[in-house]
């Protein structure tokens, strides 16, 4: 609603699902903007990325624009920081991922025998988060009828958030399909925002 008051005349229609799913819940009119901010695009793997910008793709016209909002590559001690904060919140995000699991699939993991693990893969432009075992565990996940057993220091990742490069993003873009028509980033090049259209055919 508060986009309504900013924007009179602005038409919101509201859809709740999974945007890598129910995209063609979305509704009609032109020209239309879609917005996908944050680092989300960050957290998909990049074939999941390029499925997802495709069928973005697919579903805009030629006066049809995308932005997408990105994290940039940076120092890798600046990375690497952000991920692995002094007051230990990245840490609780990452172990709540057992908690979340114990309360929907039944599991009896123990959140306080993993230890936070996250690092800058340069290979793959990607910050990686693990759990590593502080001593082995055993577990079972009733929902899932799955038994696991974790050696101690064995780790597993719970999450990726790749970084990108304007020419990385151009690139991933003109692979779906998509011209980017403007890069912005802010004063420390930290962050960008892509603003693309469909490519020519």
Not at 178 to 198: I, K, M, N, Q, V
Request: proline letters at 3%; one cysteine or more; a negative charge.
């Amino acid at each position: 609603m508060e986009l309504i008051d900013l924007y009179p005349g602005l038409c919101v229609h509201g859809v709740v699902g999974d945007f890598q799913r129910d995209l063609a819940h979305l509704p009609d009119g032109r020209p239309r903007l879609f917005a996908f901010l944050g680092g989300t695009l960050g957290n998909l793997y990049p074939d999941e990325r390029g499925r997802l910008l495709s069928r973005l793709r697919d579903l805009m016209a030629a006066g049809d624009r995308l932005l997408i909002g990105t994290d940039l590559v940076k120092d890798r001690a600046i990375l690497e920081a952000a991920y692995n904060d002094s007051e230990g919140v990245t840490a609780e995000f990452n172990r709540n991922v057992l908690r979340v699991i114990n309360t929907g699939l039944g599991a009896d993991f123990r959140p306080e025998a993993f230890e936070h693990v996250a690092f800058f893969d340069e290979a793959n432009s990607w910050i990686e988060m693990r759990l590593r075992a502080n001593g082995a565990q055993h577990v079972r996940i009733e929902g899932a009828s799955l038994k696991i057993t974790f050696a101690d220091g064995e780790e597993m990742r719970t999450e990726i958030s790749a970084k990108f490069t304007r020419t990385a993003i151009e690139r991933e873009l003109a692979a779906a399909g998509l011209a980017l028509d403007r890069f912005f980033t802010d004063d420390g090049e930290l962050f960008g925002l892509a603003f693309a259209s469909p490519a020519p055919t």
